[in-house]
Structure formats: C-alpha cells, structure tokens
C-alpha cells in the first residue's frame, strides 16, 4: 500500500494484509437470521438478509430494475445498536460495499468503493494536476438512508464533522505495526508510519470524516500512490478503531484484497 525507507518501495495491499489484522474486533453474531430493508432519497430500495456469520443476501431495486447476488461478509458490532458491514459485490465492476448500520437511529451510511482500471492508474499524476483531475484515480461514494422506513426530508443522517481536525493519533495495527495521523483539514491528512514494514513512510491524501456518536467517528481516506480505500470507525473514548483496507492485491490491476483492520490507538495530540 504505500513505499520503504531507503529504497522507497511502497508495499501492496496484499503484503500489508500481513499482520495488520491482529487487533481487529471479533464478527458478531447478532445479525444472523435479520433483514434490513434501506430506503435513499432516489428511491432505491436494498434489502438485506444476513444468512449466517459470513453469508449475506442482497436485492437492491432502482428504476424499476432488480440487482440481486449472495456475497460473503464481515460485521462487527462496536457499540451498541451500531454495526459496521462490509463485503464484495459485482456488478460487471467489482465494488467495495461498507454499511454503517445505526439501528437505534433507523439510519445508514454506505460507501461504495470502486478500483480505478488498468488505463486510469496509468494515468500520471502530473497530468492528473495538470488537468485538475483527482490525485488518487479510486473513487469513492456516500450515500444515506432510512432503515425499515420510507426516507422523507426529516430522516437524520451521519453528519460529515470537523471535530477530528488538529488532532494527532497514534493506531497500533500489530506488534509492530504503529501509524500515526495527522488530521489537516477538512479532506486531508498525512499518515506517518512509526514502525512496521512501511517505517519513515509518509503521506498527504484525501479523506472524508463523519460523526457517528459521541466520540465515535467513521474516517475515510483514498490514496494515490497505491490505489486503496481505507474505512475506519474511530472511538476516541475507548481508543479503538476498527474497519478494513480495499485494494488490488498487487501491484497489477486484478485480483483485490479486502481485508478486516483494528487498533488500539493513542491521542497525541
């Protein structure tokens, strides 16, 4: 996912898979057997039915056409009544489906990554600048939604948030896996890693944050380098992140890796 010290080798998604799963939160148990049925404000409807621990049903209908396919899944369930879902669909495109799922609230948030093609990565990233395309060639998108109800313009939602802005925090992946962010700005923030395989590799990329709860916030970041989606649910009262990291598994364009994330993590500042 990004390059070594000397050398500079950003790593790939795959190899940083190794080890970065060892604090990760256990899958829950709780949604076996329910349906959720979300509703947007475009209309689609996605029905979801969680068939056991690692198998998940979903039917989504929009404009009157029906998409329908049997993924597996992972789910955690880090506060109560909230749950993080997430898992692989295909629709001729392979995608990155993450559903925040706030029972208490009947509300969701999902985001939907999709990975760049062979011929956007290949894209420069001076030329990128030059034609004031996006630095990082992954795409990433966010929708809300009711959950079990018809969603009218009174419907909350997870409200996009400056409160981790200025802070500096510390998330201990692994044994030896430590990586510090940066929050800059409203749609930046520099990661630094500590120690690990990446040591004294360092970044600037874009990122998207939202308040879920009290001290609890979803962090979403793209990065250009080696293309990957990184989804996080940070608690800054129990020092705890957890989510996962989408991208190809190498350095080809082909095979992805989608794997589960945890920390403990430390405010610096």
């Known amino acids: 996912m990004r390059i070594k010290n000397e050398s500079q080798e950003y790593i790939s998604v795959g190899d940083l898979s ?5 604090n990760i939160m256990e899958p829950t148990e709780r949604l076996i057997g329910e349906t959720f049925t979300l509703f947007y404000k475009n209309g689609k409807e996605t029905k979801l039915t969680f068939l056991d621990i690692e198998t998940i049903k979903v039917l989504t209908i929009e404009g009157g056409q029906e998409e329908k396919h ?4 992972h789910a955690i369930n880090p506060r109560e009544n ?21 029972v208490e609230k009947s509300i969701a948030t999902v985001i939907t990554g999709i990975l760049p093609t062979k011929e ?4 420069p990233i001076l030329k990128r600048a030059e034609e004031s395309m996006p630095l990082t060639p992954v ?17 909350a939602k997870h409200e996009q948030t400056t409160d981790l802005i200025g802070k500096r925090v510390q998330f201990e992946y692994s044994g030896k896996d430590v990586y510090e962010h940066i929050y800059i700005n409203e749609d930046k923030y520099t ?5 690990g395989s990446e040591k004294g590799l360092s970044d600037t990329d874009t990122c998207f944050y939202y308040k879920i709860d009290d001290n609890f916030y979803l962090f979403v970041w793209i990065e250009k380098v080696i293309p990957t989606l990184g989804i996080v649910l940070e ?19 082909g095979r992805v890796s989608n794997f589960p994330v945890g920390s403990y993590a430390k405010v610096v500042k």
């Open 18 to 22: 190794v080890g970065f799963s060892e």
């Open 235 to 253: 608690g800054l009262d129990t020092l705890r992140s957890y989510g996962k990291i989408y991208g190809y598994e190498d350095y080809e364009v």
């Open 82 to 102: 909230i749950y993080f879902i997430d898992f692989i669909a295909s629709y001729g495109d392979t995608q990155s489906i993450s559903i925040i799922l706030d």
């Open 120 to 123: 956007s990565v290949s894209i």
């Open 139 to 155: 795409n990433v998108y966010f929708e809300h939604a009711a959950v079990d109800t018809l969603y009218t313009e009174s419907v």
């Open 70 to 73: 049997i993924s597996s899944y």
């Open 191 to 195: 990661w630094h890693c500590i120690s």
